[in-house]
């Protein structure tokens, strides 16, 4: 049974400041790893991919992995009122694997 | 900026009625997707579909769920008998890779919201 676990939140973070998130995965054979955002009553919006161990920036984000420790992360930096969403950790197999999802974690950026 | 498309936005149905949602994926995209949402939880897998054909389901897939390609355009999935539980946001995704690669992202439709009364 694959496996994705969030940190569900409340995360509040004053504006400015660096949100972090966190995710680990269960599949040892995970080879994709994706963050979505994800408004209320809206799908996921893909914000970030990382497929090799290390850090990948874009922009105000950060996407951080680890596979022998089973991790990822999600840096945003000098957060925005507009990055209050939940965050959703995603991570994929091989081929056209379905996404595996975390529950997410809601984040609140504080004005 | 191609989108995938999804209709309609709100379904309200009967308990035991059939339902259809549509989705139409990104036009050279070649796998299809569905998953579902139920309220305040995650998102759940349900379907792939390549080549005319289901490539993994889950056991959320279970007889009363079937999906289609019935032209060109259009992907679609039939819940035979709704049952209360069934109420949730579905989502279609597409990923466009034609070969073994996972380094492509998926990309959602703006849901179905399925009512069951």
């Not at chain 2, 035979?80 to 539980?85: A, H, P, V, Y």
Request: charged share 20%; glycine share 8%.
């Amino acid at each position: 049974q694959k496996e994705v676990e969030q940190n569900s939140g409340p995360l509040s973070v004053p504006e400015g400041a660096i949100a972090s998130l966190n995710c680990t995965y269960s599949d040892r054979v995970s080879q994709s790893f994706f963050w979505y955002r994800q408004y209320s009553g809206k799908s996921p919006e893909l914000i970030m991919s990382i497929y090799s161990n290390g850090d990948k920036e874009d922009g105000r984000f950060t996407a951080q992995l680890n596979k022998a420790s089973q991790y990822v992360s999600l840096l945003i930096r000098d957060s925005q009122p507009s990055d209050s969403a939940t965050y959703l950790c995603a991570v994929k197999g091989g081929g056209a694997d379905g996404l595996t999802f975390g529950k997410g974690t809601h984040l609140i950026i504080q004005p | 900026e191609p989108e995938v498309t999804q209709t309609p936005s709100h379904q309200v149905t009967q308990m035991g009625q059939e339902v259809i949602l549509r989705c139409v994926p990104i036009s050279n995209h070649l796998y299809f997707y569905w998953y579902r949402q139920i309220l305040g939880q995650k998102v759940e897998f349900l379907v792939s579909f390549y080549n005319n054909e289901i490539s993994e389901k889950s056991e959320i897939f279970d007889d009363q769920f079937s999906v289609e390609r019935p032209d060109g355009s259009n992907f679609t999935l039939k819940i035979r008998s709704t049952k209360l539980e069934d109420s949730a946001m579905y989502f279609c995704a597409s990923w466009p890779s034609g070969g073994v690669s996972s380094y492509n992202e998926q990309f959602f439709g703006p849901g179905t919201r399925l009512t069951v009364l």
